[in-house]
Structure formats: structure tokens, C-alpha cells
């Protein structure tokens, strides 16, 4: 089955840059997009279709995608940023629906 | 404003069955497909099962499929998740998620509920 790898945890300090990757065999091809999910939470879509923010998200959220990698970027990271963080895409198959990635854990203190 | 609201969840036997309910209100209900994404104690995301607008298609992980019924009735703005045969890997946090769909045909979730929890024990 497809898989999406992200790093276990990101620790970055207030005011600096938090940047979470996500791999997956597919994503040359495929859009990504990411999800945030404070503790207790439901999940909040933060980026869709690689780089789109939805509406009400702050313009520090950013991504990117490029060959085998996509990228979720926080510039001037912030407390309430601390959260888990989910890169979601599909493979290669045509299917419509996709998979989450193993998560990222992102401290920031 | 889109609200997605679960409920049903709670304690099961391994073998039993529950019913989830997500009563959904602020949109079109009828328009989009509807997916159940589960997240076990301490654990990631998975995504559990899907249904469109118009109950023509229905979809399943595969460690669900066979076990559990997604269904909707369009009338009360409400979809359904009646799980069978439940099992200990089954205990999570249920959510249902409002459905978009991408232009390349992939389905991805813009408003989620907040949960309801499903244990399974005996």
C-alpha cells in the first residue's frame, strides 16, 4: 500500500522557520496538501493542491512540491503552532481518495 | 457557517455493532461526498470510508470493507457509518469530514467534526 513519510517531530524556536517534508513515491505527479490537528482537536486543512491556503489561515503557512518531496513551511513560527501536521496525497492508481502521512509533531518553545 | 456534528460512538464488544451519525448543517448538504476518518488512541490518521452526494458511490478502506455501511439520507442531512463485527483495532476517534474534490479528481477534506469515541472492549 502507498505510503507518505514525514520526520517524527520538528522543534524550531518562536519567530524562526519550521519546515515539516513529506515523501512519497507519487507526489511527482500528484498534489499535496496538509492538515493541523492541535491535541484534542479535530484536524484543520491548512494548504490544498500543493501551495493554496484556505481561506482564514495565516499567510506564515506555506507549501511546496517538488519531484518526490512536498513541503509544508512556517515562517515566523508561533506558539499556538504547536501541533501534529499531516501531509495527505493519493498514488499513482487514479484513485480519488489518498492517504495521510505518518505525521509531524512540531514543538515550538 | 459549515457544521459537521457526530454522534453514536461509545463502548462495543469485539463482534458487536454501533451506528455513527454526522448531522451536517451551513451548506449544501446534498452537493458533496462525505468521508469518516478514524484516528486511533496515540495514533495517525486513516481514512475509513467515503460516500457522494447522491449515494451513487461508496468506498472503503480495506480494513473495513466488508464490516462496516456508509449511507446517507439526504433529507435529514445526515450520513451514517453502521460498523459490524467490530474489533479492538476498531478503538479510535471517529470524524466525518465534508468532502472537495480536487481538479484532478481527488477527494480532500475542508471541514471536519469533532469525533466521536468508539471502544472496543470486552
Known amino acids: 500500500s502507498y505510503e507518505l513519510t514525514q520526520p517524527p517531530s520538528v522543534s524550531v524556536s518562536p519567530g524562526q522557520t519550521a519546515r515539516i517534508t513529506c515523501s512519497g513515491d507519487a507526489l511527482p505527479k500528484k498534489y499535496a496538501y496538509w492538515y493541523q490537528q492541535k491535541s484534542g482537536q479535530a484536524p484543520v486543512l491548512v494548504i490544498y493542491e500543493d501551495s493554496k491556503r484556505p481561506s482564514g489561515i495565516p499567510e506564515r503557512f506555506s507549501g511546496s512540491r517538488s519531484g518526490t518531496m512536498a513541503t509544508l513551511t512556517i515562517s515566523g513560527a508561533q506558539v499556538d503552532d504547536e501541533a501534529d501536521y499531516y501531509c495527505?496525497?493519493?498514488?499513482?492508481?487514479?484513485?480519488?481518495?489518498?492517504?495521510f502521512g505518518t505525521g509531524t509533531k512540531v514543538t515550538v518553545l | 457557517e459549515v457544521q459537521l456534528l457526530e454522534s453514536g460512538g461509545g463502548l462495543a464488544q469485539p463482534g458487536g455493532s454501533l451506528r455513527l451519525s454526522c448531522a451536517a448543517s451551513?451548506?449544501?448538504?446534498?452537493?458533496?461526498?462525505i468521508t469518516w476518518v478514524r484516528q486511533a488512541p496515540g495514533k495517525g490518521l486513516e481514512w475509513v470510508s467515503g460516500?457522494?452526494?447522491?449515494?451513487?458511490?461508496?468506498d472503503y478502506a480495506d480494513s473495513v470493507r466488508g464490516r462496516f455501511t456508509i449511507s446517507r439520507d439526504n433529507s435529514k442531512n445526515t450520513v451514517y457509518l453502521q460498523m459490524n463485527s467490530l474489533r479492538g483495532e476498531d478503538t479510535a476517534v471517529y470524524f466525518c469530514a465534508r468532502v472537495r474534490t480536487a481538479t484532478v479528481g481527488t477527494w480532500y477534506f475542508d471541514y471536519w467534526g469533532q469525533g466521536t469515541l468508539v471502544t472496543v472492549s470486552s
Open positions: 495527505y496525497s493519493t498514488d499513482s492508481s487514479g484513485n480519488h481518495r489518498g492517504v
Open positions: 451551513g451548506f449544501a448538504f446534498s452537493a458533496y461526498a
Open positions: 460516500i457522494t452526494g447522491n449515494s451513487g458511490v461508496t
